[in-house]
């Protein structure tokens, strides 16, 4: 089942902050983030584990509820670069392979 | 590292005509490759699991006879569009992990992807 994302899509001015959220109904063995350009491949942020883990990169940053099933991207003094579209994947518990399955997606524009 | 090349980066090919995507790992070896289809402006769907010298495990609603995948070896896999009709036209996107089949804690290294256009 996929997870589902919000908001849709968040429209930012250059230095702003921003939150993805990322819920599921299914018991999580991880969740991963990651950005897409358009007409690009998927490009890996990061990864968190069970344990309601907390990690950074620069100024972008997630954690993860494990009691929730909920995850959360951070996106601070947001950068003209950070615009393109933010994917979660959950890996669920019970899932073969530990395939990963995306959220809808949230479209995350800056502007100078 | 942890590079994977997906080719032909597009390609545009008549309705009834098959189409094959390679996808390989070109810096490590990888027992479990995942296709995924994506349409505009949506998520990426996983297709199938594509499994090195055993059979591909497909998706609810994934015609396995329609998309074909061979995994022969350790570094490649390949996804066959058979048949092709208008609504198969995707982006179509191959990815790979290095930490083994069910590495839940590694990260998903994605082909450039291939954008089929069946005409």
């Known amino acids: 089942q996929q997870p589902v994302q919000s908001p849709q899509a968040v429209i930012l001015r250059e230095g702003e902050d921003a939150v993805i959220n990322c819920s599921s109904s299914?018991?999580?063995?991880?969740v991963h983030w990651y950005r897409q350009k358009h007409g690009e491949a998927p490009v890996f942020l990061m990864i968190l584990l069970k344990g309601g883990e907390q990690k950074g990169h620069d100024k972008i940053s997630a954690s993860f509820n494990e009691k929730k099933q909920q995850s959360s991207l951070y996106l601070t003094a947001s950068q003209l670069s950070y615009s393109g579209t933010y994917f979660c994947g959950t890996v669920a518990g019970g899932t073969s392979y530990g395939k990963l399955t995306f959220g809808q997606g949230t479209i995350l524009t800056v502007h100078p | 590292g942890a590079v994977v090349s997906q080719h032909p980066s597009w390609v545009i090919c008549k309705s009834g005509t098959s189409v094959k995507i390679e996808c390989r790992s070109l810096d490590f070896q990888a027992t479990t490759m995942f296709w995924y289809r994506q349409f505009p402006k949506q998520s990426l769907m996983l297709m199938a699991t594509s499994n090195e010298g055993s059979k591909a495990t497909y998706e609810q609603g994934v015609e396995k006879d329609k998309f074909l995948i061979n995994h022969a070896s350790l570094t490649l896999s390949t996804l066959t569009v058979t048949s092709a009709h208008p609504e198969d036209s995707s982006f179509y996107i191959c990815?790979?992990?290095?930490?083994?089949?069910?590495?839940?804690?590694?990260?998903?290294?994605f082909g450039n992807g291939t954008r089929l256009t069946v005409t």
């Open positions: 299914k018991a999580l063995y991880s």
């Open positions: 990815s790979a992990r290095t930490g083994g089949a069910n590495s839940y804690n590694s990260p998903l290294h």
